[in-house]
């Protein structure tokens, strides 16, 4: 079946420093890829999405581009910020398939 | 504000009591779902319903029971929970056609179990 994995947290960095975070699927077909962000106390967000091989998704700095290759779909942003701080999902929705697999998830903490 | 509102935020309750949460989506899907999110796990899949037909129960005991009587309103109704059923349930929608969709999530119920 479909699957995501993502890299363990917490990802702690510093203000200014360069994310990645990465995540790797493994699906049939043509799957589209998302990457959701989770503020405390909150819901998911959808942050980007991509929905075929290099296609970039990007939104508020952050972006992904989808890999089919090496079926990835890591999570950049060049200069973080404190209030960047959350839990990260990547998910993806194949073909046929209404429901999303998520990835276990990651968590950023970004320190002034 | 995501268009999935759900109530309660916070809901404390008994083993042996009953109760319900609530989801209303003002996106005009089709699709609505219902996740569960336990600390240290990753989100899991309990319902997914389709014009108000269910069509996805993951194994889900039966002390859950979902309901959709209309495709903007989906319930999930508990009884008899036990401790591990502690968790955040989150509810989403999303439109039916394409896999392009993404779905749309609510902030989520904290629901604690005594």
């Known amino acids: 079946g479909d699957s995501v994995t993502q890299m363990e947290g917490p990802v702690t960095l510093s203000e200014e420093a360069f994310l990645t975070i990465n995540c790797t699927y493994t699906?049939?077909?043509?799957?589209?890829l998302f990457w959701y962000v989770q503020y405390p106390g909150e819901g998911l967000q959808l942050l980007l999405k991509?929905?075929?091989?290099?296609d970039k998704g990007s939104n508020k700095g952050f972006e992904a581009t989808y890999r089919k290759e090496t079926t990835s779909f890591h999570l950049e942003k060049g200069s973080v910020q404190v209030s960047d701080s959350a839990v990260y999902f990547c998910?993806?929705?194949?073909?046929?398939?209404?429901?999303?697999?998520f990835g276990s998830g990651t968590r950023l903490q970004v320190q002034p | 504000e995501t268009g999935v509102t759900q109530t309660p935020r916070h809901l404390v309750m008994g083993m042996t009591n009953k109760k319900s949460l609530k989801c209303e989506q003002h996106l005009g899907h089709n699709a609505m779902y219902w996740y569960k999110q336990s600390a240290k796990k990753p989100l899991e899949l309990m319902f997914v319903y389709n014009f108000k037909e269910q069509t996805e129960n993951n194994s889900v005991p039966s002390r859950f029971s979902p309901e959709c009587p209309n495709s903007s309103h989906l319930f999930l109704h508990l009884h008899t929970l036990q401790p591990e059923d502690s968790a955040l349930y989150l509810c989403?929608?999303?439109?039916?056609?394409?896999?392009?969709?993404?779905?749309?999530f609510g902030d989520g119920t904290r629901l604690s179990i005594l």
């Open positions: 991509a929905t075929k091989a290099d």
């Open positions: 699906a049939t077909g043509y799957p589209s």
């Open positions: 989403a929608s999303s439109q039916q056609q394409g896999n392009n969709q993404p779905q749309h």
């Open positions: 998910a993806l929705r194949n073909t046929g398939r209404r429901a999303l697999t």
